[in-house]
T-cell receptor, first 115, second 114 residues
């Protein structure tokens, strides 16, 4: 079992729907990440939150809207997605010690299909 | 931007064989990670290296900072080792302060046949 919990595990939605992906960790990590992974490709970083503030946005379209309501929870709000947005969405967390290296802990992902 | 290359892209071996997966990168780093991803999707962190060698069970990871190269070895391979192995690097410097942003390699798909 992973220490980073993602829900739902699977999501099918139409292009006009609004849905949210949820990620939760209780390891006291203050950095949290959203990744998008297409089949047979490595994860692509989307967003990084550090101390509940958005620190990195990798030029992600505005139809993806991240939110970090507290230090344990990270959401990804989805609206008006396109079929090409179908992918595995992975959440990760890590300690934030600045100059020291820390591993990222990954969730099992949400497999998203856009009809 | 760091270029991270892995070889081979695909590897099929018989159970019990010694496995080596290679990773090279182009720019100096503060740490290199080896990750394992099973078909279900979840990613597990195997090793984080900044120098030398680490061993965990049948897995060994080495890094040569001067040559910008790392290897992951699996001894006495088993079908349950079948997965995608991903190398990822964290660049040094203040640009990464407060997070652990990684640059990923393209992965090596390992299949161990019983």
């Amino acid at each position: 079992d992973t220490e980073v919990t993602q829900t739902p595990k699977h999501l099918v939605m139409g292009m006009t729907n609004k849905k949210s992906l949820k990620c939760e960790q209780h390891m006291g990590h203050r950095a949290m990440y959203w990744y998008k992974q297409k089949a047979k490709k490595p994860p692509e970083l989307m967003f990084v939150y550090s101390y509940e503030k958005l620190s990195i946005n990798e030029s992600v379209p505005s139809r993806f809207s991240p939110e970090c309501p507290n230090s344990s929870l990270l959401n990804l709000h989805l609206h008006a997605l396109q079929p090409e947005d179908s992918a595995l969405y992975l959440c990760a967390s890590s300690q934030t010690t600045g100059v020291l290296n820390q591993p990222q802990h990954f969730g099992d992902g949400t497999r998203l299909s856009i009809l | 931007k760091n270029e991270v290359e892995q070889s081979p892209q695909n590897l099929t071996a018989q159970e019990g064989e010694f496995i080596t997966i290679n990773c090279s990168y182009s720019v100096g780093i503060s740490a290199l990670h080896w990750l394992q991803q099973h078909p279900g999707g979840g990613i597990v962190s195997l090793f984080m290296l900044s120098s030398g060698k680490k061993k965990h069970g049948r897995l060994i990871a080495t890094i040569n900072i001067q040559e910008k190269h790392s290897s992951l070895h699996i001894t006495a391979s088993h079908p349950r080792d079948s997965a995608v192995y991903i190398c990822a690097v964290r660049e040094g410097g203040l640009s990464n302060f407060g997070n652990e942003k990684l640059t990923f390699g393209t992965g090596t798909r390992l299949t161990i046949i019983p």
